[in-house]
């Protein structure tokens, strides 16, 4: 009999095995446990026997999903997880459907807010735009709302989504917007340790994700529209 083994992607698409030697079943349940618990980290059931990818970053416009592997969102899904995400999930490269991750660059005053982030491991220290995932029936201004008041607990309205869209982990699609602050002070409530405002010329002063990094051009275009278009 086949057995399986749960996978874990980071932020940066570096793979793990969790657990091996499993049984089908086991292995999907247990990969939609771990995403229903609400980890930032992407879990999958894949067969023991399949060879791991090498690991490195993922970036760019492309799908990487391989074809035959179940993501976390198809485990969740057999499952019978009420994560399902129904319109908001997109078709992937492999025919799976990607999950919607929305990011927040949030300008006030000519600023942008950067923040840094605090876990996982494998990118704290490093900066975002702060942000998480869209739930079932939310659109994705409506998410980014959300997400930013539970993460910064401020009022935001989200206003324009920035070009491009990366598959940072198999099944989950980050989309990036503009959202202008309402009301509040922003605070580091969760996943990040320090937040800063940067104006057009401190961008490259943070070290940034790589995928939030891509949209800075056009992020300092909207702090200073004299800049350059590329």
Known sequence: MDTFRVMRQDD???????AEGLARDEAERLA???E??????????????RPMEATGA???RGGIGAAGVATAAGAATAAGDPTDTGDLMEPGASGTANRIVVGGALIHGGRVLAARRSAPAEVAGRWEFPGGKAEPGETEPQALERELLEELGVRARALQRLPGAWLVRPGLELRLWVAEL???????LEDH?????LGPGELAEVDWIDHDRAVLPDVARLLDPAQPSA
């Open 12 to 18: 940066n698409g570096n793979r793990f095995p969790v």
């Open 32 to 34: 939609a446990e771990f």
């Open 36 to 49: 229903a618990r609400g980890h930032k980290q992407l879990y999958w059931a894949e067969p023991t026997a």
């Open 58 to 60: 993922i970036g760019g």
């Open 182 to 188: 309402l009301s509040g002070e922003p605070r580091p």
């Open 193 to 197: 340790d320090e937040l800063r405002w």
